[in-house]
């Protein structure tokens, strides 16, 4: 079983920023795919941006030059770095973590992005 814990969530204004951690407890962090999720209210879960194993990115468009994911496999830590923050990116942030035979989620933690 591999836990993630969540942090660096919160309040800001539009236009600010904020950075997202996700610790992994697991020695084998390097061969799983990480990626962050969000959920707004009455809409359903979606992928904000993944990296793979080979440190390949994706982003959904409406984070693409926003946002930026990055991996430490020494601290077995992701990072999402939002810029630019929108009321619409407003959401609970899910950290995920997810191999061949297992997939794992964090608590999340709330974003606000509000003036």
């Known amino acids: 079983q591999v836990q993630l814990v969540e942090s660096g969530g919160g309040l800001v204004q539009p236009g600010g920023s904020l950075r997202l951690s996700c610790a992994a407890s697991?020695?084998?962090?390097?061969?799983?795919?990480m990626a962050w999720y969000r959920q707004a209210p009455g809409k359903e879960r979606e992928l904000v941006a993944n990296?793979?194993?080979?440190?390949?990115?994706n982003y959904v468009d409406s984070v693409e030059g926003r946002f930026t994911l990055s991996r430490d496999n020494a601290k077995n830590t992701v990072y999402l770095q939002m810029t630019n923050l929108r009321p619409e990116d407003t959401a609970v942030y899910y950290c995920?973590?997810?191999?061949?035979?297992?997939?794992?989620w964090g608590q999340g933690t709330q974003v606000t992005v509000s003036s």
């Open positions: 697991t020695s084998f962090f390097r061969r799983y795919t």
């Open positions: 995920n973590a997810r191999s061949i035979y297992a997939d794992y």
């Open positions: 990296v793979t194993s080979s440190d390949n990115r």
